[in-house]
């Protein structure tokens, strides 16, 4: 677990002062500086935390609902890149082992421990329901299929390279939607048996843009996703 960027910025949250001049305005008294190192040392502490108790829950889910050989031993790290969004995203390493990420402005940006555990849980869920292996042959059936397509057409090599590239991105987002909504199901029986409340933590749903339900969109409308999350862990219950 990479933890290095967080205590990089605790240090620097105890060697700056944040509080402005007084003035005759009086405006609102900015975070100190202790404050702020206070603030980053909790955030580190719920990161922590939330991955001790989801990770053991993802895993034994993984081993549930996959076929035996499938790699369930997940890696939990932090995203410390400078210039990163908001995000959070499972990927494989070379070797196949799942990997979770979390950027620095994710982990500051969720308010408490079910949002960040339903996040986790989530992108838990994506390779659990092998959302990367079927992403990448929906890709190639849709390169092949604009590509045979400008083959036939007597199109030229650059062409037909076009249309392959664009039949591999028209595939690879036909069913990310379906993906959402799945590892959002998924991840909230993750969060639940994880001991987190997955409704408290869509709430997180919320605070971000909505995508509307936009062709070829990649996500889903977030009342969707609020929604998914509503039902299945009412089933839970």
């Known amino acids: 677990m990479r933890l290095?960027?967080?205590?990089?910025?605790?240090?620097?949250?105890?060697?700056?002062?944040?509080?402005?001049?007084?003035?005759?305005t009086r405006p609102?008294?900015?975070p100190t500086a202790s404050a702020s190192a206070t603030t980053a040392r909790a955030k580190v502490d719920q990161f922590v935390s939330v991955v001790q108790s989801v990770e053991p829950v993802a895993e034994a889910v993984c081993r549930q609902r996959t076929k035996p050989g499938t790699n369930c031993d997940f890696r939990i790290v932090v995203d410390d890149r400078p210039g990163q969004p908001v995000n959070a995203y499972q990927t494989l390493?070379?070797?196949?082992?799942?990997?979770?990420?979390?950027?620095?402005p994710m982990i500051v940006e969720v308010?408490?421990?079910?949002?960040?555990?339903?996040?986790?849980?989530?992108?838990?869920?994506?390779?659990?329901?092998?959302?990367?292996?079927?992403?990448?042959?929906?890709?190639?059936?849709?390169?092949?299929?604009?590509?045979g397509l400008a083959t036939l057409s007597g199109a030229n090599a650059d062409a037909v390279r076009s249309a392959a590239d664009l039949?591999?991105?028209?595939?690879?987002?036909?069913?990310?939607?379906?993906f959402e909504l799945e590892a959002d199901a998924l991840g909230t029986i993750i969060t639940r048996s994880a001991g987190y409340n997955p409704v408290r933590g869509a709430a997180f749903f919320t605070r971000i843009p909505d995508p509307g339900d936009r062709f070829l969109g990649t996500h889903p409308p977030n009342a969707q996703r609020i929604e998914t999350v509503r039902r299945v862990d009412a089933q839970l219950r």
């Open 93 to 104: 390493d070379r070797a196949g082992r799942p990997i979770l990420a979390f950027t620095l």
């Open 28 to 30: 609102k008294p900015q």
């Open 167 to 178: 039949g591999a991105s028209v595939g690879a987002r036909s069913y990310s939607k379906e």
């Open 111 to 147: 308010r408490n421990r079910d949002e960040l555990a339903f996040v986790m849980g989530h992108e838990a869920a994506h390779h659990i329901a092998g959302h990367i292996p079927r992403q990448q042959q929906n890709a190639m059936a849709g390169a092949v299929l604009l590509g």
């Open 4 to 24: 290095i960027a967080f205590l990089c910025l605790i240090g620097l949250a105890g060697c700056v002062s944040t509080v402005p001049p007084q003035s005759p």
